[in-house]
């Protein structure tokens, strides 16, 4: 499978605490991608990050990007209960148009 | 719906019937791409273009046809459907250009009884 994998699969934490997910993908890049959804819905694209970036910022958004070891890592900060939702990387394939997706994290904010 | 319309939002299928799900977009975006998100499995990949007369496979292109005869028009075509194509089916379009990324249509949910 391409798919890449993401970890936890599902995280619970309390509202003003911070929210780390991990993500693996599988083969060279030219840029990975972090997306949100809201039960039932599509998909919203969160924030873009290139294969020569190592870190990006984007309000409470902090992702990095470490090419050696095919991972990222998206930090929601001070979560809310509206950010409760699943987040899913994906993978932009070097030299192609394919965008891959993670298999996804369940995140559940308590007020 | 981000500028992607997908029909119809629910479908249901007998096992061996062919249908087209339907995917527009009004951004003029070149890649377009079908995807279909089964419960703790993610998205994959079904099929993907990237512009008009082009198109290629993606992770589970099997049982599935696609064409671009325009930019806007992205169809889906299941051939013979099957049970294990119960799923739920989005369609995206996509800018990577200046930290852009995809986006999603609300998905068409499908049962293949």
């Known amino acids: 499978s391409q798919q890449g994998e993401e970890d936890p699969q599902a995280l619970s934490i309390q509202e003003g605490e911070n929210a780390t997910m991990n993500c693996s993908y599988k083969?060279?890049?030219?840029?990975l991608q972090w997306y949100r959804q809201n039960s039932g819905r599509g998909l919203v694209h969160l924030i873009l990050?290139?294969?020569?970036?190592r870190e990006k910022h984007s309000g409470r958004l902090r992702v990095t990007l470490d090419t050696s070891k095919k991972s990222s890592s998206l930090l929601i900060t001070a979560s809310r209960a509206a950010d409760t939702a699943s987040y899913f990387c994906a993978s932009q394939y070097y030299n192609t148009d394919k965008l891959i997706f993670g298999t996804g994290t369940r995140l559940q904010v308590f007020p | 719906n981000a500028g992607v319309t997908q029909t119809p939002k629910f479908q249901v299928l007998k096992t061996g019937q062919s249908m087209t799900l339907q995917c527009a977009q009004d951004?003029?975006?070149?890649?377009m791409s079908w995807y279909r998100q089964d419960p703790g499995m993610g998205l994959r990949l079904i099929h993907y273009s990237v512009g008009a007369g082009i198109t290629d496979q993606g992770e589970v292109p099997n049982g599935y046809n696609v064409s671009r005869s325009t930019t806007e028009d992205f169809p889906l075509r299941l051939l013979s459907a099957a049970p294990s194509q119960t799923s739920v089916y989005f369609c995206a379009r996509s800018y990577f250009q200046g930290g852009g990324g995809a986006f999603f249509g609300q998905g068409t949910r499908l049962t293949v009884v």
């Open positions: 083969t060279s890049i030219n840029n």
């Open positions: 951004m003029n975006h070149e890649y």
């Open positions: 990050i290139r294969s020569n970036e």
